[in-house]
């Protein structure tokens, strides 16, 4: 579908295009408070782990698509084909519109239309993520998840549940993400990330608020056995 | 952005769907009547759910649907037409006897549906989702006789691409009028969503062009984000007379075109009259409706008058949940839920509804309203509720309305398979 292409064009042109600031320019304090939104799906700095997104330590000239042990997307892998790596540029290309500068990427992110958001969002991200800040072999799951994982949750519940999403969510979906092949662990974080709001979205977070623990679990047992 | 890149193949997989009567005697019997929205989804769940333990039969006459949601956005130049057909292969592929004719007339004593072909179709329990007819001499003039002349396209197919034609067709400078209906309707955002496209089609093509809405309500959905909208991206071409100056006051006459708003006549070049709606004529020939619609019990969307019939979609009073395509697939969800429970021991969970309802108002401009439901023995009733706000930023609005390309995908998936 020519996605390949697309992405060389638009590096190529990303040189012409009047290119955001430099890295070097923008202010790691304020672009800590623009990450927020990005933390709901990525960690930085020491620790961090691959969450629904890959970690983003030493993102700054790391190769894209080149976390050990993520999943990313065959957009996002075409696009790092050849060792190729995140430069300023890049990165403030994608962060602008991530789905027109990687069509396809599973990066479910409306992008910042700021361009001084963004030389803020990549200061902070080159100074608050030093590739010595080495990722943790594993993700503990934050107490609140860990209780629901640990709950038995009813498959056939869930499979009920299950239709009220169908009506958004359908395998190999894009322009809404698919969900049917998140890790449970994810999969329960997200949802309780749009419940208690540390992750905004008006339709997830009313999908969510009148899902309890059980109804969580249960959801989280039908999409764990449903592939 | 790529409108075709989500081509169905509408009219061939219908040619699959060869009707075949053919009935096991031990299991029970579900016949289904109307394939749209409601019907579609109720059939499939009930198939699937049951595991094949229920015998389905959906009646429609149509070899394909075309859905009246996103209609509009083939209006403004969003969508090809084809885009919006779906056949029914992929039902009868999933083990539903698909029968295309007509449901004329139901024997609630003899459980049994007479279709206009001959023959009768017994059951056990009976799923209505006629959607909706409209209400005769509601605006006077006007009658189903004049719909060429002055297409509602509020059913969609040859009446969609006739408004289309006819809009593509106005003269330089002329005027679109729209005669805009009274509550209940299908899809309450859906005329004002209509509006916004013909109003981008005309920029585009006619700017001078202009648009005359006659409207009998005081107000209607997402009012706020529409005015704001037309104000923003078609300033001085739309024009809403309310009820206050006599919008629902109007008469038409199709052979000289014009319409009259309280008295004062307007030359027109394209008439949208949207006429007051009810119940589908199969709801009323069953003797299920009081009034204009049917009402049902929001636990399981089973008729007031009958416990074996439920009612989905359109055709049904439940309660709070607005008729929209959303609302049918989600309440299809839980009849289909009662009914394996009650004939072949499906689990019963407890009643759930929700529904989003997406309008385009310009390129990349998309707004949504949405809510979840609990049934109550008054009626559907609603949890929580979310609105788009005037002032979002162009990249929310973006999002949005690529969040409906991905809702149409799914819903449709989820209702034709
Ligand atoms: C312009 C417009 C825009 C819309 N936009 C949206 C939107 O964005 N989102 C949304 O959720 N909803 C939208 N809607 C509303 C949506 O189309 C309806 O609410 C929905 O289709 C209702 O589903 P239903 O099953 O009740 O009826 P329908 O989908 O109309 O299905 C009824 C079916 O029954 C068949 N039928 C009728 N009588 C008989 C009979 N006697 N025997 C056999 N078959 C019969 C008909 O042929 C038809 O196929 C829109 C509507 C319009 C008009």
């Known amino acids: 579908m020519g996605r390949p292409a697309l992405f060389a064009a638009a590096l190529a042109g990303s040189g012409l295009a009047a290119p955001g600031p430099a890295a070097g320019e923008g202010d790691p304090a304020r672009g800590e408070t623009l990450f927020r939104p990005c933390a709901a799906c990525h960690m930085i700095g020491p620790g961090a782990v691959n969450r629904i997104g890959p970690h983003l330590n030493g993102i700054l000239d790391r190769p894209i698509a080149s976390v050990e042990g993520f999943a990313y997307s065959d957009a996002m892998s075409e696009a790092g084909a050849g060792g190729r790596a995140w430069d300023d540029t890049a990165l403030d290309n994608f962060l602008a519109a991530p789905r027109n500068y990687v069509p396809g990427t599973a990066m479910v992110f409306r992008g910042v239309h700021d361009a001084g958001d963004r030389a803020d969002l990549v200061a902070y991200m080159d100074a608050a993520g030093t590739p010595d800040a080495a990722p943790a072999a594993d993700a503990a799951p934050s107490p609140e998840v860990a209780a629901i994982l640990a709950l038995d949750g009813d498959a056939a519940y869930g499979a009920y549940l299950s239709s009220e999403c169908t009506a958004c969510h359908a395998a190999g979906g894009s322009d809404i993400p698919a969900i049917d092949g998140l890790p449970p662990e994810l999969f329960a974080a997200a949802l309780v990330a749009y419940r208690d709001r540390s992750r905004d979205h008006q339709v997830m977070n009313t999908v969510t608020a009148r899902l309890g623990d059980e109804e969580i679990a249960a959801l989280t047992a039908h999409f764990a056995s449903a592939d | ?117 001959g023959g009768s179709l017994p059951y056990d ?79 585009e093509h006619n700017p001078s062009a202009t648009i005359l809405i006659a409207d009998p309500k005081e107000s209607y959905s997402k009012q706020g984000l529409f005015e704001d909208g037309w ?30 708003i309280d008295g004062q006549v307007e030359n027109v070049d394209v008439c949208n009259v949207i006429p007051a709606q009810r119940a589908g004529g199969i709801v009323h020939a069953a003797a299920l409706n009081d009034g204009d619609w049917a009402p049902v019990s929001a636990y399981d969307l089973s008729s007031r008058e009958d416990p074996e019939i439920h009612i989905l979609g359109d055709s049904a009073a439940q309660g709070a949940m607005p008729k929209s395509g959303f609302a049918a697939n989600s309440q299809a969800k839980v009849a289909a839920n009662a009914i394996v429970a009650a004939l072949a021991d499906g689990r019963a969970f407890p009643p759930r509804f929700s529904n989003t309802c997406w309008s385009l108002i310009d390129t990349d401009d998309g707004v949504k309203v949405g809510a979840t439901y609990e049934a109550s023995d008054e009626g559907i009733v609603s949890v929580d509720s979310f609105v788009s706000q005037i002032g979002e930023s162009a990249e929310v609005r973006a999002e949005t309305y690529r969040e409906s390309l991905g809702w149409y995908d799914a819903i449709t998936a989820d209702m034709f398979g």
């Open chain 2, 1 to 117: 952005m790529g409108v075709s890149r989500r081509v169905f193949l509408g009219t061939a997989a219908a040619a699959l769907a060869a009707p075949m009567v053919v009935r096991a005697q031990n299991r029970p019997r579900v016949v289904v009547v109307g394939g749209g929205a409601g019907g579609a989804t109720a059939a499939r769940y009930i198939a699937n759910d049951s595991q094949g333990g229920i015998d389905v039969t959906l009646v429609e006459p149509s070899r394909a649907y075309y859905t009246c949601f996103f209609s509009n956005l083939y209006l403004g130049g969003f969508r090809e037409f084809d885009s919006l057909g779906h056949g029914y292969g992929g039902l009868a592929t999933g083990g539903i006897n698909v029968v295309h004719d007509w449901a004329t007339g139901i024997d609630r004593d003899a459980k049994t549906v007479a279709l206009a072909g």
């Open chain 2, 125 to 203: 329990r009976l799923v209505l989702s006629p959607g909706i007819d409209f209400v005769e001499d509601s605006v006077p003039g006007w009658s189903l006789a004049s719909q060429n002349a002055m297409p509602h396209a509020y059913k969609a197919g040859s009446q969609t691409e006739l408004l289309r034609a006819q809009i593509e067709a106005m003269p330089e400078g002329g005027v679109f009028a729209m005669v805009a209906p009274p509550n209940p309707y299908r899809c309450p955002p859906g005329p004002y969503e209509r509006v916004s496209m013909v109003a981008h089609y005309l920029r």
């Open chain 2, 231 to 260: 104000q923003t991206h078609y300033a001085g071409m739309i024009q809403r007379i309310g009820p206050d100056f006599g919008g629902g006051n109007v008469e038409v006459d199709p052979a000289a075109m014009t319409l009259t």
